[in-house]
């Protein structure tokens, strides 16, 4: 098992080149970037709370479903969020933390050269002119639906031609959702005429990024609700029946996004289950990141980026290292406290929580690669709980072996038994940590979720050790010699231990302690006389009792 945790860390350190065999720290123990983002509104006003809470709110999804742990997400000042992600932010992430997403459907009325001039008849370019304010403005007559070409009116021919898809503040335009659109793909290489809004980003109900089965390119696949379901199967009946009929570039549906068209595939089936695609060029993170964006609803604002900074750790390595050596510590501790307890038995706990923090240890990095799990000081102090918790597992179990010792079973007997004894309440004590675990998790502010997560896993890995590596161990150490034959020094030793049988139906004598003798043997006596159970008292009391009376006639005679 460890080896194969190994090797999965190895692939990633080595193939992807995307893992590390240091775990990842979060904000407040390595530093990382701060996003101030201000909120634009249309009249200048500050936003009202509601709205920074809600775009704050869907920022932090964004940054959790980019795998990105411990986010620091605040609203600052009336109009400003500020982001603080440990590390540094990539672009990808900064996309999806800035992006507004706002989602459109539309039917495709033209497709062309985003070019902005022609060629003249003396072979010179010239560019289109601004169109003519007196130029006609509306449709001739009335469209009957959004691929009706009575929406290309006159005036908005000459701002096609017009439109140059080089200039930003063109793509930053944005056309009332009752009328046609201009606008450019995301590449800037084709220029549209697209029909009314038809359907928004406020129908999906989820997005997932995904591989298309025969091109394997990668899609971003939506689930829309009840409404655009049955919007959408209406939409593609029509574009499909232009498709039939050759209507092309009009049986396409374009995809627009925060004014930019990103697909626009042609419909070559009617989609009646609310389950369309966006197929382009996207890239595994593009697609995942346009999935999230899309998945966890637009921002209620827009917003712009104030600054970018490098922010330092707010604790620092200092209060790591007091972490760790306070960590140390107790494993020193724990390590002592067992020897004296359990002599040799001892060693098998230290055993266990050496295995234990290596598979911890591996799994941590694993999870920063795959998950982008980060371990912040609220983390680590769950791993030093942990020990705690992980040597009553052992407590539990080797104390219900030295119980069967004392019952006069074999120590081979002993430990099967006392497995099955010990297991169920180790499994109920360690069910109800990973339930206040998993309810510390979901409840908690963000900066205790680090020490939910790591006592929950260190638990899990705690049950796992306990079933694979320290109960065969003591299965194979109870047929050596040394814990076997009950050795003083096994921790092990019926006699230590104060049984009070030699076997199941005969009792172990406890003769009194003649003066002058030890105070070992006056301990184990005491530990008999305390491990007896009632029916064994009243025996004893009986025997007491008979020799007493033994006694007397002898004194008689």
Same mark, same amino acid.
């Given at each position: ?389 992980? *040597? ?6 080797? !104390? +219900?072996? @030295?119980? =069967?010792?004392?019952? %006069?079973?074999?120590? $081979?007997? #002993? ?112 530990? *008999? ?6 029916? !064994? +008292?009243? @025996?004893? =009391?009986?025997?007491? %009792?008979?020799?007493? $009376?033994? #006694? ?6």
């Amino acid at each position: 098992m460890t080896a194969a945790l190994f090797g999965i860390n190895a692939l990633g350190v080595y193939g992807f080149k995307q893992s590390s065999w240091t775990p990842e720290l979060a904000l407040d123990l390595q530093g990382g970037t701060q996003i101030v983002l201000s909120a634009v509104t249309e009249d200048g006003a500050d936003p009202t709370q509601e709205q920074l809470d809600q775009a704050a709110s869907i920022i932090r999804q964004r940054v959790d479903a980019s795998g990105v742990a411990e986010a620091d997400i605040t609203t600052e000042g009336g109009r400003n969020i500020v982001v603080q992600i440990p590390g540094v932010a990539d672009e990808e992430t900064r996309a999806r933390i800035q992006a507004s997403a706002q989602l459109e459907f539309r039917a495709v009325l033209f497709a062309g050269d985003p070019a902005t001039e022609f060629i003249g008849e003396d072979g010179n370019a010239t560019p289109y002119p601004s169109p003519d304010p007196s130029a006609n403005a509306e449709p001739t007559t009335e469209p009957t639906d959004g691929s009706d070409m009575a929406w290309v009116t006159e005036k908005l021919q000459g701002e096609f031609l017009a439109y140059d898809c080089a200039n930003p503040d063109n793509l930053a335009a944005e056309a009332p959702d009752d009328q046609p659109l201009i606008t450019c793909d995301d590449t800037r290489t084709i220029k549209y005429i697209l029909g009314p809004t038809e359907l928004s980003g406020d129908s999906i109900k989820d997005a997932t990024s995904g591989r298309d089965p025969q091109s394997g390119a990668w899609t971003v696949n939506l689930t829309l609700d009840s409404h655009g379901t049955e919007v959408f199967g209406k939409i593609s009946q029509r574009l499909y029946q232009n498709q039939l009929q050759g209507l092309s570039p009009r049986d396409q549906f374009a995809f627009v996004l925060d004014g930019s068209v990103i697909s626009a595939p042609r419909m070559n089936a009617q989609i009646l289950d609310g389950r369309p695609s966006i197929s382009g060029s996207f890239t595994q993170e593009s697609a995942k990141t346009l999935a999230d964006q899309l998945k966890y609803g637009a921002l209620p604002l827009s917003f712009t980026t104030e600054s970018s900074d490098t922010v330092s750790a707010t604790l620092g390595s200092q209060q790591l290292q007091i972490g760790l050596i306070a960590g140390l510590i107790g494993l020193a501790l724990v390590a002592v406290y067992s020897l004296l307890s359990y002599r040799a038995l001892g060693t098998v706990i230290i055993a266990s929580i050496a295995v234990m923090g290596v598979l911890t240890y591996v799994i941590v990095c694993i999870l920063a690669w795959r998950l982008g799990f980060r371990l912040s000081l609220a983390g680590v102090a769950g791993l030093i709980v942990s020990i705690g918790f992980t *040597a009553d597992s052992f407590i539990v179990y080797f !104390e +219900r072996i @030295r119980d =069967e010792l004392r019952d %006069g079973k074999s120590i $081979t007997s #002993a430990v099967e038994d006392g497995w099955g004894r010990a297991k169920r309440t180790i499994y109920i004590s360690k069910s109800i940590n990973i339930l206040a675990a998993v309810v510390l998790y979901i409840l908690a502010d963000s900066t205790v979720k680090g020490f939910a997560f790591t006592l929950g896993l260190t638990t899990l890995i705690d049950v796992f050790i306990f079933v694979i590596f320290t109960h065969p161990v003591m299965q194979i150490l109870a047929r050596t010699k040394f814990f076997g034959g009950g050795h003083k020094l096994s921790g092990l030793d019926p006699d230590a231990l104060g049984a009070v049988y030699q076997a199941r139906s005969q009792y172990r004598q406890v003769a009194p302690v003649k003066a002058g003798r030890g105070a070992k043997n006056r301990r184990a006596q005491g530990e *008999a006389e305390r491990r007896q159970t009632i029916a !064994e +008292r009243k @025996r004893a =009391e009986a025997l007491a %009792g008979e020799r007493s $009376t033994n #006694a007397g006639s002898e004194g008689e005679r």
